[in-house]
């Protein structure tokens, strides 16, 4: 029985599966996940840079659009960026659970003796390291093509880490929602952008408020403080997503 | 007591109790609003600064009242249909949301009404009206995810998480929006205190509040009606019932 589960998909890590069949802690299942989801991204790295490089690109066309002078760009770039962050998280969220369910091993991971919302919250992380990591370093380049003032640099980074990390959380239940769903992409972002308004407004007001002297770390406290309260409620609500979008 | 609220539970318990609370919703709503509007725009007085046009506060605030108590009403039912997978609370939540999307809608097209005789333009970036924006946002995301399900079932858990979710970030939405706003704003746009109303202007407006409840009660009743017997339709309790109708 067993040979034939993993007969189904290669990549499924072994560990998984001994973690179901064996009884083994939950420490094991969590990070044969993670593992697993992390060799998965080594495997498609394509899928990881797609989001950076619409974050790139969509940057770009902000000075086509508006005006190369380096003064009023200035006035924008914490907004812009933060926005063109944010889209570009939002971008590689339908891909978050959409391969698992296509190949069933969502239906695995609920079949394990764990419990789903920290496997979950394992699968999330992952999501993070890949994307918002990466965004909150590609910020930086970013911001100083847009002329963004100095000294506001380190802020943009640890406000696009913390900020990309609830929107990790958050969009993971939209995500859940419209896994089964022919189109999701769309819906997807009707449903949680809404969601992020608060992130958006508390990350670019973070780098705002280091521009003008302002407190800054009030911000990035706030953002802290939404990522708690993600951490603590949202994979309750991506796990019960996750069994809806499985019976559908 | 308890018995009352089992009886509720079921789709055809609380399709004869609604049959018997449904008219007086309906007089209700009608005799309030009828005398709130006549009262309201004909007979209050004047406001001293802002004339006329005040008046619009008695479709603006009970419409605003109704948005925002909706949502939580929505939350509330999806809450129950989770816990105790009791099929009318999914009804009355698919029911009431496109009245609380109309009227979320309402209170802001009513307000940029008002706003372009008042503050002089038809749109501010004010933290009412944008949260107010949002909230309307919401409700239209939990509407379409629940017409892209196929199953009813999982239309319904889907829409009740969703729902949940938002009430949860409603409060964070408007602090977050509150704060945002005084950060960018300059103070010169937020709404002047109005000076304590007189009892003349309020009590029409309370009126109308009420009124607007009283509908949203009876229209929420009339829909979940009918949404029973479309979803029961094949039950022999339906059939029956219109058996003996025809």
Known sequence: MRQEVRSLDPLDSPGLLRARSSGAGLGTALSATLKRDLLMVTRR????????????????????????????????????????????????????????????????????????????????????LVTGVPLALLAPLLGLMLSLP?????????????????????GAIGAALTVGLARGGMLLALIVLPLFMPVLIFGSGAIVAVIEGGAWLAHLAILGAFLCVALMLAPWAIAASLRVSLHD | ????????????????????????????????????????LVFAPADYQQGNSFRIIYVHVPAAFLGQSIYIAMAVCGFVYMVWKIRVADMAAAMMAPLGAVMTFMALLSGSVWGKPTWGTWWQWDARLTSMLILLFLYIGVM?????????????????????????????????????????????????????????MWLPLLIMVVGFYAFFAAFTLTRVRSEILRREQSKRWVQDMFREKC
């Not at chain 1, 100095?150 to 958050?170: F, N, W």
Request: aromatic share 12%; glycine share 6%; net charge negative.
């Open chain 1, 45 to 128: 790295p394509g899928d990881a840079l797609t989001p950076l490089m619409f974050f790139a690109m969509v940057i770009t066309l902000f000075p086509l659009g508006i005006s190369p002078d380096a003064d009023q760009l200035a006035l924008i770039a914490p907004g812009i960026l933060w926005v063109a962050a944010l889209l570009a998280a939002l971008l590689s969220l339908d891909g978050l659970f959409r391969t698992d369910h296509d190949d069933g091993t969502l239906e695995q991971l609920m079949l394990t003796p764990h419990p789903l919302p920290l496997l979950v919250i394992a699968k999330v992380a992952v999501h993070w």
């Open chain 1, 150 to 170: 100095e000294g506001s640099y380190l802020v943009l980074s640890a406000s696009v880490a913390l900020g990309s990390a609830c929107i990790s959380l958050i």
């Open chain 2, 1 to 40: 007591m308890w018995a009352f609220f089992h009886k509720l539970g079921s789709p055809r318990w609380f399709y004869a109790i609604a049959s018997r609370f449904e008219p007086w919703c309906w007089a209700l709503a009608l005799i309030l609003i009828v005398v709130g509007s006549v009262w309201g």
């Open chain 2, 144 to 200: 379409v995810l629940r017409a892209t399900f196929y199953r009813l079932e999982s239309a319904a858990r889907a829409a009740a998480i969703l729902t949940m979710v938002g009430v949860v970030n409603i409060p964070i939405i408007k602090y977050s929006v509150e704060w945002w706003n005084t950060l960018h704003q300059p103070a010169s746009f937020t709404i002047t205190e109005r000076p304590a109303m007189p009892v003349e």
